[in-house]
């Protein structure tokens, strides 16, 4: 199986809808913890509290529920425009999808980001419907603005949709608004330049927030506006990283200096050579009858080689164990499409091909070279 990246440390998977797993980290677990717990512990008969505290917790699921569905909208939206979602995952502060890779045109990129909020859209006219359709049932309009009873939960779950429509459209990363910049911006310019503006922005408001947080003694906010100041800048410097990739090959990023292994050699010698180097991953071929090497296989990745040597099989030949979804690359194409296609496979290695064989290896540690070395010039 491909080395898809791990789900968020310390979180629980709860379901899986799509084919996208949905966890839940043990710090949301938190929120309806608190919420709870301070209604419990207010005045009034028990009876009158437990149901406080029961409601305090439904409304929070409820709450989270809507934003799953938020984000599923953006994670199969994305999917039509081929870009997988790792999965979902809750945090106290909400919900992130993990996709692969956003997509480099910005109308899809768009799209993608306004799935979400779109969702919310749906969610909140569809219970303001219900709920205006009943009061004018009842003859009496007033009680669709209710805050109890469950005509008072549903309006109360349209005031949340909204609110996270508003939240969420705020131009700043790593909004759904600030990526809504981005591509709008990306329609007139070059993409690194419309990231650095929109992460700027983005910067911008989050620096209000933290002010306006502080004035008010509104933490909160101010907390809300240091995560959205970090992310700004973490956007900031992915596109840079992009823009010092953009123009280079996979002949420019490929090591020639590397190990191959034949098919046929057990892989307790499969670890014991590459143990002898730095060499994480190995391209497995087959060997011809002058000795040469022949036909590319698969790679030989170091954790399913190390698992199936601790299983006991170092005497099997490597051929049983490689790794056939790792793409093969052409020399020619762009390191851009290349961690892509790496990406998207889950691996860290890559053969390069030419004309049936291979010339070099393709790795992230490469790449980070190549970025170190372009930095410095």
């Known amino acids: ?3 898809q990246p791990p789900p968020m440390k310390g979180s629980l998977k709860i379901g899986s809808f799509a084919g996208i797993g949905v966890f839940v980290h043990w710090s949301f677990l938190l929120l309806p913890a608190v919420m709870a717990g301070t209604r419990l512990m207010a005045d009034g008969p028990l009876a009158d509290r437990i149901l406080a505290a029961a409601v305090s ?11 799953v569905l938020h984000e599923y909208g953006h994670a199969l939206t994305a999917r039509r425009f081929g870009v997988r979602t790792r999965d979902i995952v ?33 969610i909140a006219c569809v219970l303001a419907v219900i ?5 004018f049932a009842r003859g009496d309009v007033a009680s669709a603005l209710t805050t109890t009873g469950v005509m008072g939960f549903a309006t109360m779950m349209v005031g949340v949709n909204i609110a996270l429509i508003v939240f969420n459209m705020i131009p700043a990363f ?7 910049l981005r591509a709008l911006l990306a329609m007139r310019m070059e993409h690194s330049r419309a990231t650095a ?44 990283l992009v823009g010092r990739l953009r123009g280079l090959t996979v002949r420019d990023a490929m090591a020639t200096d590397f190990r191959l292994l034949p098919a046929e050699m057990p892989l307790s010698r499969c670890e014991q050579v590459l143990l002898e180097g730095s060499q994480q991953d ?14 590319y296989i698969g790679m030989l990745l170091r954790p399913t080689l190390r698992d199936a040597v601790q299983r006991g099989l170092g005497g099997e030949p490597a051929a049983k164990f490689v ?15 290349a961690l892509e296609r790496m990406q998207s496979a889950g691996v860290f290695s890559a053969a390069a091909m030419e004309e049936g064989r291979v010339v070099g290896l393709v790795t992230l540690a490469e790449i980070g070279r190549l970025l170190q070395l372009r930095a410095a010039r």
């Not at 502060?93 to 749906?122: D, K, S, T, Y």
């Not at 790593?174 to 809504?180: E, F, K, L, S, T």
């Not at 190995?282 to 036909?295: H, I, K, L, N, T």
Request: charged fraction near 15%.
């Open 1 to 3: 199986m491909p080395l």
């Open 57 to 67: 917790v439904l409304f929070v699921l409820a709450t989270f529920v809507c934003v």
């Open 90 to 122: 809750l945090l106290p502060i909400g919900g992130v999808a993990r996709l692969e890779r956003m997509p480099r045109n910005p109308v899809q990129e768009l799209w993608i980001a306004l799935a979400g909020p779109a969702v919310n859209v749906v």
């Open 131 to 135: 709920v205006f359709g009943i009061a």
């Open 174 to 180: 790593p909004m759904d608004g600030g990526r809504v």
């Open 197 to 240: 503006m929109a992460a700027r922005v983005g910067q911008g408001i989050a620096v209000i927030f933290v002010g306006v947080g502080l004035y008010f003694g509104m933490f909160l906010l101010m907390f809300v506006g240091v995560m959205v100041f970090l992310g700004a800048g973490t956007e900031a410097r992915q596109a840079r």
């Open 282 to 295: 190995c391209p497995v071929v087959d060997v011809e009858p002058d000795g040469s090497a022949g036909r």
């Open 323 to 337: 790794e056939t979804i790792a793409p093969a690359l052409e020399p020619e194409e762009t390191v851009l499409e």
